[in-house]
Each structure stands twice: as C-alpha cells, then as structure tokens.
C-alpha cells in the first residue's frame, strides 16, 4: 500500500514537473557577453533580462513563462554561430540579438532554418532585414538611415573642413562610414582621407600622422568605442587638434574610460534617448537602483522582449512563424521606444537618428548628451 502511494506521489510530481517544462517559452539573449565589447554585451543582457522578469510578473505570454538563456558570441561571427546551434539544441524559440551586424547576419540564418524568431536591438546594418527573410527584425535603426543624417549634418556644419573617413573593415563599421560618405558626397563634401583599420589595433600613430599632415580636422569614424577611445585619445596626444564623429557604436560611456579629457566636443548619432521618455522613468530608477545604467541598446533589448510578448498574445500563440506574421501586421505595440510597428522586411516604424555631443555631466564624468 505504501509502495503503491509513493508510486502515485511520484508520478503526479512527474506529470507536474514536465508541464511545467513544456509551458515555459525559451527565449535566447545573444551579444558579447565578454570581450573588448562586453559593455554592449551587458546592455543587451540586463535589458532583456528585466524584460523577462516583468513580463513573468504580469503572468508571462498567452499564460506561459519566459525561460531566458544568455549565448556569449564575443563579437566573432563563428562564435554567434556556435550560439545560435546552441539555442537550436535547446529548443529556443526567440533570440534577443545579436549586437554585432557581422553575427547577426549569419546567425539569423541558422535561426531561420529552425523556426526561431530573431529581433536584434543593435544590428543596423541594412542587408539584416533586406534578404526576405521571415524571422529577421530590429528594434534599432538602419545604418543607411543613420548615414543619411550624419552624413547631412558634416556636410551643414563642416563644409569647409578637411575630414578624413575611417573604418574598422567590419560588416558595421564599414558599412555605416560607407553610408555616411555617400550621403555627405550627395551634399558637395568630399573627404580628403578613407581608410580601414584593423579590430583589436591599439596603435594608430602612423594614421594620426598621415591625418595631421593632410589638416584633418573631422574624424569621421565607422566602428566600436574600444579603437574610437584611442583613436582620439592618440590623437590629442600628438597634436591632431580633430573631433571624432561617429555613429551608435560608440555610444558606451566606457568611451570616456578609454579617450580620457579628449573625448569632450566627440560627436555621434543615436536614436532619441528612451531614457529621457516620462512613462519610462520608473523603469529607468528600476535599473539604477541595481547599480545599472540602462544607457544605449538596455532599452532597445527591453522593447525587443516586449514586441515579442505582444505579438504573441496578438497573435493568441507562442509559435514563431504566428509571432512573425503579427509583428509585420498587426501593430503598433506598446514599448518603452513607444508604439513600435514593423514593416514588411522587419524594419521598425520609429523616430529617426539625432546627434550627440559628449560633455561632462554634473557628476564630473562625460557622457553623450542629445544635441539634436
């Protein structure tokens, strides 16, 4: 008899665990958890992970929970691959990612393949979304937008300066300096200098000389903050009396870490600041109060996990392809970016690129401040 109960115990615990497993919605988080861009990493992190934890609380999506699993691609293309394998094996069924353009264009295809949903809070590059895939979409601009603004901004405020264009060779780095050269060309500005670095380079003295002998006065720079912050710093160590423009890549306050006192006066594109958005300031303490500044993608991460749990219950399903389709038709949805509606590629309806000017803040450190 007493066999027999512990048998029915066992079994009923049994049939509870494995609901339990089966109901819960696995969600995947991917970026550069470590490495030289571990900052981003940690942003696309903590934002999906609150997202999680809120959307638990209101009781998870159409009734079932969010399991999150974080993927460290480091920033290297075979790594996200590797990740996004992992997440296939797991049984994965939405990723929150990638932050490179570089990882996120290969990784989605994989995901593609295996019926996961991909929304990237930081991947600008255009050919994400402009392949026709059904699984690819972006809580963040693209980089022909954003090339179009930064471009148009050299061209009114700098015409009359020598400005060399530089890029860090990467699917993101160069694809946005191509951008914003071609749109500052449109305008009647032509550069004087374009070239390409190497990731991972920490000496940029023959560049800086090569740029002081032809009176560069603007850096236009198409890449990460980890070189950006030498870059300048370098150069004002050698006299380059030059500002640095760039794009979202440096948008880091670990940029002022690395560029020291020169990073005052660098300026950079970013979409409006989600931080700055009245609803959003509970949130925003929420972090804060965690010892975490939800500076750049941590909202974009956020707004990604949101878009996703409301197209769920839109669509009355936790099946990715249902997922898609409401996300391309049945917007806009409530984010911490604000009403957010895709178009047919997976492309956001948001507010476009504003610039930045970084100053020193009321605590005495520097930080990117909205220009306009």
């Known amino acids: 008899m007493k066999k027999s109960l512990l048998s029915a115990v066992a079994l009923t615990a049994l049939i509870a665990f494995s609901g339990s497993a089966w109901a819960d919605v696995l969600v995947g988080v991917a970026g550069p958890i470590t490495g030289p861009n571990a900052a981003?990493?940690?942003?696309?992190?903590?934002?999906?992970?609150?997202?999680?934890?809120?959307?638990?609380?209101?009781?998870?999506?159409?009734?079932?929970?969010?399991?999150?699993?974080?993927?460290?691609?480091?920033?290297?293309?075979?790594?996200?691959?590797?990740?996004?394998?992992?997440?296939?094996?797991?049984?994965?069924?939405?990723?929150?990612?990638?932050?490179?353009?570089?990882?996120?264009?290969?990784?989605?295809?994989?995901?593609?393949?295996?019926?996961?949903?991909?929304?990237?809070?930081?991947?600008?590059?255009?050919?994400?979304?402009?392949?026709?895939?059904?699984?690819?979409?972006?809580?963040?601009?693209?980089?022909?937008?954003?090339?179009?603004?930064?471009?148009?901004?050299?061209?009114?405020?700098?015409?009359?300066?020598?400005?060399?264009?530089?890029?860090?060779?990467?699917?993101?780095?160069?694809?946005?300096?191509?951008e914003t050269k071609k749109a500052m060309n449109a305008a009647g500005l032509t550069e004087v200098m374009y070239e390409g670095v190497n990731v991972g380079d920490k000496d940029f003295s023959a560049l800086i000389a090569k740029m002081k002998e032809a009176g560069v006065s603007i850096i236009y720079w198409g890449g990460l903050h980890t070189e950006a912050g030498l870059i300048i710093r370098q150069a004002a160590d050698q006299g380059l009396k030059a500002t640095l423009v760039s794009g979202d890549g440096i948008v880091s306050n670990e940029l002022a870490s690395i560029a020291g006192d020169a990073v005052a006066g660098t300026l950079n594109t970013f979409g409006p600041d989600p931080r700055l958005i009245p609803t959003n300031k509970e949130l925003v303490e929420k972090f804060r109060a965690q010892g975490f500044e939800p500076?750049?993608?941590?909202?974009?991460?956020?707004?990604?996990?949101?878009?996703?749990?409301?197209?769920?219950?839109?669509?009355?399903?936790?099946?990715?392809?249902?997922?898609?389709?409401?996300?391309?038709?049945?917007?806009?949805?409530?984010?911490?970016?604000?009403?957010?509606?895709?178009?047919?590629?997976?492309?956001?309806?948001?507010?476009?690129?504003?610039?930045?000017?970084w100053k020193k803040g009321d605590d005495g450190k520097y930080t990117y401040i909205q220009k306009m």
Not at 58 to 67: L, R, S, V, Y
Not at 313 to 322: G, L, R
Not at 331 to 347: H, I, Q, R
């Open 40 to 178: 981003f990493g940690a942003q696309l992190q903590k934002g999906a992970e609150q997202a999680v934890a809120d959307i638990n609380a209101a009781g998870g999506i159409n009734g079932e929970q969010i399991k999150l699993s974080v993927g460290d691609d480091v920033s290297d293309p075979k790594q996200g691959i590797s990740v996004a394998n992992k997440f296939v094996g797991d049984g994965v069924k939405f990723v929150v990612g990638h932050f490179n353009s570089g990882v996120s264009i290969p990784a989605s295809e994989v995901y593609a393949e295996n019926g996961i949903l991909e929304i990237t809070p930081a991947a600008t590059n255009p050919k994400f979304t402009e392949r026709g895939m059904w699984n690819t979409f972006r809580t963040c601009g693209r980089d022909d937008q954003q090339g179009s603004i930064a471009g148009a901004y050299l061209a009114a405020n700098f015409k009359d300066a020598k400005i060399a264009v530089i890029h860090d060779k990467t699917t993101y780095g160069q694809g946005l300096a191509d």
């Open 295 to 357: 500076e750049a993608y941590t909202l974009y991460s956020y707004a990604a996990m949101q878009a996703i749990a409301e197209a769920a219950t839109v669509a009355k399903s936790n099946d990715p392809q249902e997922v898609a389709k409401a996300l391309h038709e049945k917007g806009p949805f409530k984010t911490v970016l604000g009403d957010l509606s895709y178009d047919a590629k997976g492309d956001p309806t948001l507010p476009g690129y504003v610039m930045y000017e």
